[in-house]
Each structure stands twice: as structure tokens, then as C-alpha cells.
T-cell receptor, first 113, second 112 residues
Framework: GAGVSQSPSNKVTEKGKDVELRCDPI?????LYWYRQSLGQGLEFLIY????????KSGLPSDRFSAERTGGSVSTLTIQRTQQEDSAVYLC???????????FGPGTRLTVL | GQNIDQPTEMTATEGAIVQINCTYQ??????LFWYQQHAGEAPTFLSY????GLEEKGRFSSFLSRSKGYSYLLLKELQMKDSASYLC?????????????FGQGTELSVKP
């Protein structure tokens, strides 16, 4: 596809379970970002990957959150031992374009019961 | 610290002009972006400013004053489909990977 894709689109889980969220960036984009958008809040930066460089993990809220990017393309965000406050929409973006704008995927809506 | 402020909500009439303001105080600056986000959808890119002044693109214009830490998005000839959330975001300097720091967004309602 031409855009950023994410799966699943919706995920409902029980408190304490682990979840994995997937992102497929636009082909050829080397930079990939994860953001979180809680209800009524702005987007919050989580983590950033650029090529083979070490990822910028400065936005991860706790050590329950981790992410990896395999082969410089697909990325997986993992949340261990989910808590109710983890409920949010998780957005992935890849960077391209003349101005280096970020293109966002449709997001994964995570609900922790 | 990082702080980006926008009004929470605005209402305007179809066919009118609306200006959405954004002020920022960030530890670095490498450009300012405006995104549009319809409910339940991904944010989509609207405009980009890195130098002072006005950038115009069709019905949308964006202005930047770096010395004042201020930007606005101007929407002309409002249409009902312009009802959405408008997100102001500052890009961190390159050594921080270009991550975007977002304001909380302005929910715009366009009334007939």
C-alpha cells in the first residue's frame, strides 16, 4: 500500500496481559516514530527509529514499553503487563517528503479492561 | 521544558474565516507543522513553516514568528468538512531525531 499501515485497528485486553502492536511504514522511509494519543489529549512521543542508529526511547513512559524495528522496515511496539492507563490510540508515523513531514497510520485503539 | 498552547475549541460559520493560534516554548526548534485530524482518523499534514512569514496553500495559510514563539493557521471559505481537530507541532532539532512535540489540538466546529 501507499500509506502507513497498522494492525490491529482495535485491541481489547485484560489488565496484566501483554500486547503487540504492528506498524508497516511507507516503503523507502527510513525514520519511524510511535506516538500515543489518550482521550482528549495531544499526541505524546514514545520512540523513534532512524536507519541503523540506536533508537531514541526518551518518550517511553515505563520499562513495560518496548519497541523494535526489524530489517529497517516493520516495527512492533510491545506493552507488557498492561494497565488501564495504557488505554489510548497508538499511532505510528514514517518520515518523508520535501519538508520531512511525518505520515501517520490509522492507529491502534487499545482498551485495557 | 516543552510547552505548546492552543485553544481547546473554536466555532465558526460556513463560508467564514477562522484563525487558530499556537504559542510554543521549546528547548529547540526545527520547524512547525500543522496537522488536521478528523475524529477516528489519522492526522494528515497541512502545512510547514521554518522561516518567519506566511505560507499559503489554497484555502489554508500558516504564519510563523520565531522571535515570538507564535504561529497561526488561517482557514478561509470554511466548509462543513473542515470540522476537525487541528494540531500544532514543533519539530525538535535534528540531534533529537526530528520528533514532533504536539499541542493538545483545537477542535473546530463549522456551523451552517
Amino acid at each position: 500500500g501507499a500509506g502507513v499501515s497498522q494492525s490491529p485497528s482495535n485491541k481489547v485486553t485484560e489488565k496484566g496481559k501483554d500486547v503487540e502492536l504492528r506498524c508497516d511504514p511507507i516503503s523507502g522511509h527510513t525514520a519511524l516514530y510511535w506516538y500515543r494519543q489518550s482521550l482528549g489529549q495531544g499526541l505524546e512521543f514514545l520512540i523513534y527509529f532512524q536507519g541503523n542508529s540506536a533508537p531514541d526511547k526518551s518518550g517511553l513512559p515505563s520499562d513495560r514499553f518496548s519497541a523494535e524495528r526489524t530489517g529497517g522496515s516493520v516495527s512492533t511496539l510491545t506493552i507488557q503487563r498492561t494497565q488501564q492507563e495504557d488505554s489510548a490510540v497508538y499511532l505510528c508515523a514514517s518520515r518523508g517528503g520535501q519538508r520531512g513531514e511525518q505520515f501517520f497510520g490509522p492507529g491502534t485503539r487499545l482498551t485495557v479492561l | 521544558g516543552q510547552n505548546i498552547d492552543q485553544p481547546t475549541e473554536m466555532t465558526a460559520t460556513e463560508g467564514a474565516i477562522v484563525q487558530i493560534n499556537c504559542t510554543y516554548q521549546t528547548s529547540g526548534f526545527n520547524g512547525l507543522f500543522w496537522y488536521q485530524q478528523h475524529a477516528g482518523e489519522a492526522p494528515t499534514f497541512l502545512s510547514y513553516n521554518v522561516l518567519d512569514g506566511l505560507e499559503e496553500k489554497g484555502r489554508f495559510s500558516s504564519f510563523l514568528s520565531r522571535s515570538k514563539g507564535y504561529s497561526y493557521l488561517l482557514l478561509k471559505e470554511l466548509q462543513m468538512k473542515d470540522s476537525a481537530s487541528y494540531l500544532c507541532a514543533v519539530r525538535a532539532p535534528g540531534y533529537q531525531g526530528g520528533k514532533l512535540i504536539f499541542g493538545q489540538g483545537t477542535e473546530l466546529s463549522v456551523k451552517p
